[in-house]
């Protein structure tokens, strides 16, 4: 299976992300109150924009990421299924006399689309990066969620055959592609998964979810403290890459230790075909460095590498 980034074979990996679902959220005060419940500016946003997103405790602690897909009449969440049994009693718990109204879009589909030929494939090929548009009764958007060139369909359920039809018929060399594909995208970039990278301890900024968080717009819930560790510099804990010196991708878990203190734990390891076995961890401030050389378990070694790989 060729990997939707090979510089020498243009192409676009499809897949059916069944794991996520979409939820409508309809009424006058939705921009106003999801404005204030997640880090995007969700108030400053027109029709047609993609907005990553994370929904935090008072504390900073992520509680979920999202994409909101901002249309003129609702708003559109894709977020993992999981996520959403934690974040829905979160918002809930906060929605008293607020004309929102929340419904699971059970009638779409999410498909992925990676790759730099991912934007032809999808029918978009100048779609500014998080934008989308209306064709064909699916919505289209330029959306890297996984680091690298991407596209995102949401198409209807009745039509999700047809529909990745008509994307393999468009690109050279598309295929589908599988999840450890997509797995493997995400490290390369650098992508932290929530409930994987990170656990409900995890600051926002320690896992580099950076790109869902406005730091221009106004209050809301943990911005407190994703301020105060932006303006100190207060961080003790940040995501790096890990080069893993011998040919076996160590377990999720496995100790991470410099100078016999153990100083994080891999939390996402793959065999790349470009990198590779590399994996993430979020590390201790004494172990920032690029290229220091980490223990990891009981005999191998690993490399501390800036993330995505590919600027390393």
């Known amino acids: 299976m060729p990997h939707p980034e090979s510089p020498d074979r243009p192409t676009a990996g499809v897949i059916t992300l069944d794991a996520r679902i979409l939820v409508r959220v309809t009424g006058d005060d939705r921009a106003s109150f999801f404005h204030g419940m997640c880090t995007a500016d969700v108030k400053g946003a027109r029709?047609?924009?993609?907005?990553?997103?994370?929904?935090?405790?008072?504390?900073?602690?992520?509680?979920?990421?999202?994409?909101?897909?901002?249309?003129?009449?609702?708003?559109?969440?894709?977020?993992?299924?999981?996520?959403?049994?934690?974040?829905?009693?979160?918002?809930?718990?906060?929605?008293?006399?607020?004309?929102?109204?929340?419904?699971?879009?059970?009638?779409?589909?999410?498909?992925?689309?990676?790759?730099?030929?991912?934007?032809?494939a999808a029918g978009a090929p100048s779609l500014a990066p998080w934008t989308f548009i209306e064709a064909g009764g699916s919505l289209i958007g330029n959306l890297p969620r996984?680091?690298?060139?991407?596209?995102?369909?949401?198409?209807?359920?009745?039509?999700?055959?047809?529909?990745?039809?008509?994307?393999?018929?468009?690109?050279?060399?598309?295929?589908?592609?599988?999840?450890?594909?997509?797995?493997?995208?995400?490290?390369?970039?650098g992508i932290a998964r929530v409930g994987v990278d990170t656990n409900d301890k995890t600051i926002a900024l320690e896992a580099r979810l950076n790109r869902a968080i406005s730091f221009n717009k106004g209050c809301y819930l943990g911005q407190e403290t994703i301020e105060r560790a932006t303006a100190?510099?207060?961080?003790?804990?940040?995501?790096?890459?890990?080069?893993?010196?011998?040919?076996?991708?160590?377990?999720?878990?496995?100790?991470?230790?410099?100078?016999?203190?153990?100083?994080?734990?891999?939390?996402?390891?793959?065999?790349?075909?470009?990198?590779?076995?590399?994996?993430?961890?979020?590390?201790h401030h004494s172990a920032w460095t690029p290229g220091a050389e980490l223990k990891v378990g009981e005999g191998g070694v690993a490399i501390v590498s800036e993330l995505p790989f590919a600027q390393s």
């Open 232 to 283: 100190r510099g207060g961080l003790k804990k940040r995501m790096f890459g890990l080069k893993f010196s011998t040919a076996d991708v160590p377990s999720a878990g496995a100790v991470l230790t410099l100078d016999g203190k153990e100083i994080g734990r891999v939390s996402s390891a793959v065999r790349s075909p470009r990198f590779g076995a590399i994996g993430l961890a979020i590390l």
């Open 146 to 189: 996984y680091g690298g060139p991407a596209a995102t369909v949401l198409a209807p359920r009745e039509s999700l055959d047809s529909t990745i039809a008509a994307i393999l018929a468009k690109a050279p060399h598309a295929s589908r592609i599988d999840s450890s594909m997509l797995e493997t995208i995400r490290i390369e970039n």
């Open 47 to 120: 029709a047609g924009t993609i907005l990553p997103a994370l929904f935090l405790t008072e504390h900073a602690h992520v509680i979920a990421d999202a994409f909101i897909w901002v249309t003129a009449d609702a708003l559109l969440l894709d977020l993992d299924a999981d996520a959403w049994t934690r974040t829905r009693p979160h918002l809930e718990k906060l929605l008293v006399a607020d004309d929102v109204e929340i419904e699971d879009a059970a009638d779409l589909a999410v498909i992925d689309v990676e790759g730099p030929a991912a934007l032809d």
